[in-house]
């Protein structure tokens, strides 16, 4: 008896051994589906998106912003970003580095479709950008604290998160001829300096609005105003004299510093249909910050 239990034991083992293939077949389907579903949601992204409006040649993306249509003759931020209309919020930079030039290309999208106003044109004028991204110093650059400037053609704000509270950086709400700014008010002469080690990233959120055609501008500057051991604050306050926004003393910011949380993979980059990755996107949680889960970095 016993060894005809034995027997039905090893019939049995070999039997749960051999592969099902009916279990594997159909998770090979629900793999599929599952990255054609990945692909899709990619495709459309790209499409949607709209990389390098000025001429940036943005290959990783380190900057995202919304685009918003404002009313003719809106002169502050909030005319755009508050009470203007949303056209697209899939425009990607590489940088801020856009100096005084004419615009008249408009935004298009990976699709070859060009992002137009109400009245069916081209929108090149009445325009604001909402962004955000995340900035550290490049491996060039010395740790310490770093105070920033913008050339502007018209408003722009930057704020960043140190120590859980947004900070100004830079305010210039109105409209301007190109114009070099380092305050955190349009009047004042007050500015700030961020503490930033070869480990510091702090999150950006940037806002900028072009109004009548065609003239633009927006460049960011950073300058080092102090070492590490000059302060002990993550923030500090700094007087600059009026109008000493002095461009030698800065640098402007370059792609290595800025970087994003991307989810879906790259928006600029057509998605592959046989991409064996489509199925391993990161999870990314915003309020978080994961340095090796950022563009550029």
Same mark, same amino acid.
């Given at each position: 008896?016993? !060894?005809? /239990?034995?027997?039905?034991?090893?019939?049995?083992? %070999? &039997?749960?051994?051999? =592969?099902?293939?009916?279990? !594997?077949?159909?998770? $090979?389907?629900?793999?599929?589906?599952?990255?054609?579903?990945? &692909?899709?949601?990619?495709? %459309?992204? @790209?499409?949607?998106?709209?990389?390098?409006?000025?001429?940036?040649? #943005?290959? %990783?993306? +380190?900057?995202?912003?919304?685009?918003?249509?404002?009313?003719?003759?809106?002169? /502050?931020?909030?005319?755009?970003? /508050?009470?203007?209309?949303?056209?697209?919020?899939?425009? @990607?930079?590489?940088?801020?580095?856009?100096? =005084?030039?004419?615009?008249?290309? +408009?935004?298009?999208?990976?699709?070859?479709?060009?992002?137009?106003?109400?009245?069916?044109?081209?929108?090149?004028?009445?325009?604001?950008?909402?962004? *955000?991204?995340?900035?550290?110093?490049?491996?060039?650059?010395?740790?310490?604290?770093?105070?920033?400037?913008?050339?502007?053609?018209?408003?722009? *704000?930057?704020?960043?998160?140190?120590?859980?509270?947004?900070?100004?950086?830079?305010?210039?709400?109105?409209?301007?001829?190109?114009?070099?700014?380092?305050?955190?008010?349009?009047?004042?002469?007050?500015? /700030?300096?961020?503490?930033?080690?070869?480990?510091?990233?702090?999150?950006?959120?940037?806002? @900028?609005?072009?109004?009548?055609?065609?003239?633009?501008?927006?460049?960011?500057?950073?300058?080092?105003?102090?070492?590490?051991?000059?302060?002990?604050?993550?923030?500090?306050?700094? !007087?600059?004299?009026?109008?000493?926004? $002095?461009?030698?003393? @800065?640098?402007?910011?370059?792609?290595?510093?800025?970087?994003?949380?991307?989810?879906?993979?790259?928006?600029?980059?057509?998605?592959?249909?046989?991409?064996?990755?489509?199925?391993?996107?990161?999870? #990314? $949680?915003?309020?978080?910050?994961?340095?090796? $889960?950022?563009?550029?970095?």
């Amino acid at each position: 008896m016993k !060894s005809h /239990v034995g027997f039905i034991f090893v019939i049995l083992f %070999i &039997y749960s051994c051999q =592969p099902k293939t009916e279990d !594997s077949s159909q998770e $090979n389907n629900e793999q599929q589906l599952a990255a054609e579903a990945a &692909y899709e949601v990619r495709l %459309i992204q @790209y499409l949607n998106s709209v990389c390098s409006p000025f001429d940036d040649d #943005v290959n %990783i993306p +380190g900057i995202r912003a919304k685009l918003y249509q404002g009313a003719p003759n809106s002169q /502050v931020l909030d005319d755009f970003m /508050v009470r203007g209309k949303l056209i697209n919020e899939n425009i @990607y930079l590489s940088k801020l580095a856009i100096e =005084p030039r004419n615009f008249t290309k +408009g935004f298009e999208q990976n699709s070859g479709e060009m992002l137009k106003d109400e009245n069916g044109d081209v929108l090149v004028e009445w325009f604001g950008l909402d962004m *955000e991204s995340y900035i550290k110093l490049r491996d060039d650059q010395e740790e310490g604290y770093y105070t920033f400037m913008s050339n502007i053609d018209d408003g722009f *704000e930057l704020d960043l998160l140190s120590n859980n509270e947004w900070q100004r950086a830079i305010g210039y709400d109105a409209w301007t001829p190109p114009k070099y700014h380092c305050y955190t008010t349009k009047e004042g002469s007050q500015s /700030v300096a961020f503490r930033f080690t070869a480990d510091t990233i702090l999150k950006m959120k940037a806002r @900028y609005f072009q109004g009548p055609r065609y003239h633009i501008s927006m460049e960011l500057y950073m300058k080092k105003v102090a070492d590490l051991d000059a302060h002990s604050d993550e923030v500090v306050s700094v !007087s600059i004299p009026k109008c000493d926004c $002095n461009k030698d003393e @800065y640098t402007i910011m370059e792609e290595e510093n800025f970087g994003l949380q991307l989810a879906n993979g790259n928006p600029c980059e057509e998605p592959n249909p046989n991409d064996p990755d489509l199925l391993d996107d990161d999870v #990314v $949680n915003p309020d978080g910050i994961d340095p090796d $889960n950022i563009s550029n970095w």
